[in-house]
């Protein structure tokens, strides 16, 4: 006789929510050599990302020792590139004196960037973990505002048609505060316009 197990539709959650910490509070953090680590490792929210029973996870664990290596620490007012051979090494040091199995430079690059997916969803932070490198690093305020630059060029043809599409329907009275309403909630930006 077969078994009906129980099913659901939704998949289970592969990272926590969103933390309610100010800009001050996270560069406070920031301070401490595992600032990052120590947020999503306090955090209750995150504790069955964080831990694998009273182990770090192996995405924390990664970034406990890429901070160990001087991930959050600046060079030259640039972030620190930190090796993920040497991360890796830490990493398998640790396990190693526990009779467990190393691991390769690719699972703790994979791990890397799931701890980066972590941190953007709790606090909204960039860690990149490049696999064309193979270096680990917290995007500092230069890179920040190259992307910035780079991606507001390629958008402002868009939202320039935007903003044609958006007086076009204020003119004409044209109700589409619910289709605004609808896109700042799924990109997380507000469109500010007169017929909102």
């Known amino acids: 006789m077969s078994v009906n197990f129980p099913r659901r539709e939704k998949p289970a959650a592969k990272v926590g929510p969103r933390l309610e910490i100010s800009p001050l509070e996270l560069k406070n953090w920031l301070e401490h050599e595992h600032g990052l680590s120590k947020l999503l490792t306090e955090s209750e929210a995150w504790e069955p990302f964080a831990w694998k029973g009273n182990d770090l996870s192996a995405p924390l664990r990664?970034?406990?020792?890429?901070?160990?290596?001087?991930l959050l620490k600046l060079n030259n007012d640039r972030a620190n590139n930190v090796s993920?051979?040497?991360?890796?090494?830490?990493?398998?040091?640790?396990?190693?004196?526990?009779?467990?199995?190393?691991?390769?430079?690719?699972?703790?690059?994979k791990n890397l960037q799931t701890a980066a997916q972590y941190l953007?969803?709790?606090?909204?932070?960039?860690?990149?973990?490049?696999?064309?490198?193979?270096?680990?690093?917290?995007?500092?305020?230069?890179e920040t505002a190259e992307s910035i630059e780079k991606y507001f060029k390629q958008m402002e043809p868009?939202?320039?048609?935007?903003n044609r599409q958006l007086d076009h329907a204020r003119n004409c009275g044209y109700a589409i505060s619910h289709?605004?309403?609808?896109?700042?909630?799924?990109?997380?930006?507000?469109?500010?316009?007169?017929?909102?």
């Open 84 to 109: 993920i051979y040497d991360v890796t090494a830490d990493i398998n040091i640790y396990l190693q004196s526990f009779g467990k199995a190393p691991v390769k430079e690719i699972t703790v690059q």
């Open 120 to 142: 953007r969803t709790a606090i909204g932070v960039s860690v990149v973990a490049d696999s064309s490198t193979m270096t680990v690093r917290f995007v500092d305020k230069y």
């Open 158 to 162: 868009k939202l320039v048609n935007l």
């Open 62 to 70: 990664a970034l406990f020792a890429a901070e160990r290596r001087g």
């Open 179 to 196: 289709v605004i309403s609808g896109s700042a909630s799924s990109v997380g930006e507000k469109i500010l316009a007169a017929c909102t």
